[in-house]
Structures are given as structure tokens and as C-alpha cells.
């Protein structure tokens, strides 16, 4: 059983993660803060989000990479979902609590840039850059991320381990 802070009302979704590693093994993280939330600072985080209705995991991924990034992908560049989670953090007067899938997509090209322009729009208050990450720095990085342990887990992510990762309560 997981407990919660009781400190805001609770939205508990299913979600979806992508760990996109373009030919150079660079790793796409957006820059992010939660701007109702200053004492948050900012961090790093992998791209994803709500499995909507009557969707998988690899549809949901190709829509929220294609909202999130402008990146068009199939559902059959979506990995297996090797790595998941259960995580709670803070946004927008809400607890979220998610029940998360992290997937991999390769891309064969060099990192492109990143269009936003089909972000929801507190996604583009939250999220203002983004970096193509050689893994090896994410893997010694003392910047923080989410999922917290990302460093930690991302070289045994990669290596295709299955990953079972414990409850994090982020903030």
C-alpha cells in the first residue's frame, strides 16, 4: 500500500515514458520547472505522458512524442515497456500518482530540434529547453531528473533488463 502526503487532491493516471536515443546514443530530455511551484527548481525529464482510453502504451507514446516534440514515430519504433514505476509528485494544485511504462525508441538520425507548437499549454509553460544527452554524462550527472533515479537505472534500461523500480515520491 502506498501512502501519500494528504496535502492536495489526488489524480492517478496511467502514463507513459520514452527514453528516445537518436544515433549518436544521445538521450532527449526536456528542461522543466512547475512554475506554481518555484520551490521545485527546475530538472530533467524524459518525455511521455497519459495513456488515453482505448489506447496502448505505443499509441500513446507516438501521439505524446508527436505533441511533445513534433517527432513522428510508429508504434512498432516503440520498444518493449522494460522499466516500471509508480511514482507521486506535485502539479498544478493536484498529487499526481502514476502508474508509468518506460519505453525505448531508436532513432536513426542525429537528434532533430524540437517543435513544441503542439504542446498543451501548461506544458509549454512548464517545459523551456530541451538537450540531446550523451548518455554517458546523464549516467554521472549530479542534475536532477525524473524519474529521480534515471541515472541510476538508465545503463540497465538500455542493457534491456526488466525494471521493477520501487515507489519514488518525487515532491
Not at 59 to 71: V, W
Not at 153 to 161: H, N, V, Y
Amino acid at each position: 500500500m502506498i501512502e501519500l502526503p494528504r496535502d492536495l487532491p489526488v489524480i492517478e493516471r496511467d502514463v507513459v515514458r520514452l527514453v528516445v536515443v537518436d544515433m549518436h546514443d544521445r538521450v532527449l530530455l526536456f528542461h522543466t520547472h512547475e512554475p506554481t511551484l518555484s520551490g521545485l527548481g527546475q530538472w530533467w525529464e524524459l518525455p511521455g505522458g497519459g495513456i488515453d482510453d482505448g489506447e496502448n502504451y505505443r499509441e500513446a507514446a507516438c501521439r505524446e512524442l508527436r505533441e511533445e516534440t513534433g517527432i513522428f514515430i510508429t508504434p512498432d519504433q516503440v520498444g518493449p515497456a522494460t522499466w516500471r514505476r509508480t511514482a507521486s509528485f506535485r502539479h498544478r494544485g493536484a498529487r499526481r500518482l502514476q502508474h508509468e511504462v518506460i519505453a525505448q525508441v531508436r532513432l536513426e538520425l542525429t537528434g532533430p530540434d524540437v517543435d513544441g507548437s503542439a504542446r498543451l499549454d501548461y506544458e509549454k509553460e512548464d517545459y523551456f529547453g530541451f538537450r540531446w544527452w550523451p548518455i554517458a554524462e546523464v549516467i554521472t550527472s549530479t542534475e536532477r531528473f525524473y524519474p529521480g533515479r534515471l541515472p541510476m537505472i538508465l545503463p540497465g534500461f538500455l542493457a534491456d533488463e526488466q525494471i521493477d523500480e520501487p515507489f519514488e515520491l518525487w515532491s
